[in-house]
């Protein structure tokens, strides 16, 4: 099983939250730099992997509403797809 460690404190701005995801998930060149984009990623992709989602709370300071939607987005996506496991630590 692959684990990804995702730091929340890495995630400042919606720019740079897209990019960073799209570099530590491995997302395709296609990813279209949004929650709903991410959704579809995280839902298709069947290789069973861990996330690790770190410092959230500076994450939600950051993103304001964007980090409880992407937590939810996460949150959502690991319901959908059994070979998703994530684990959100503050």
């Known amino acids: ?17 897209h990019t960073y995801l799209k570099e530590k998930l491995f997302l395709p060149d296609y990813y279209g730099k949004n929650l709903d984009a991410l959704y579809d990623c995280l839902t298709s992709d069947f290789s069973e992997k861990k996330i690790l989602l770190v410092h959230t709370t500076e994450m939600q300071e950051n993103l304001g509403n964007g980090g409880q939607a992407l937590l939810n987005v996460f949150k959502t996506a690991a319901k959908e797809n059994q070979a998703l496991h994530i684990i959100i630590e503050g």
């Open 1 to 17: 099983m692959k684990i990804i460690l995702l730091d929340g404190r890495e995630m400042t701005d919606r720019n740079t939250l």
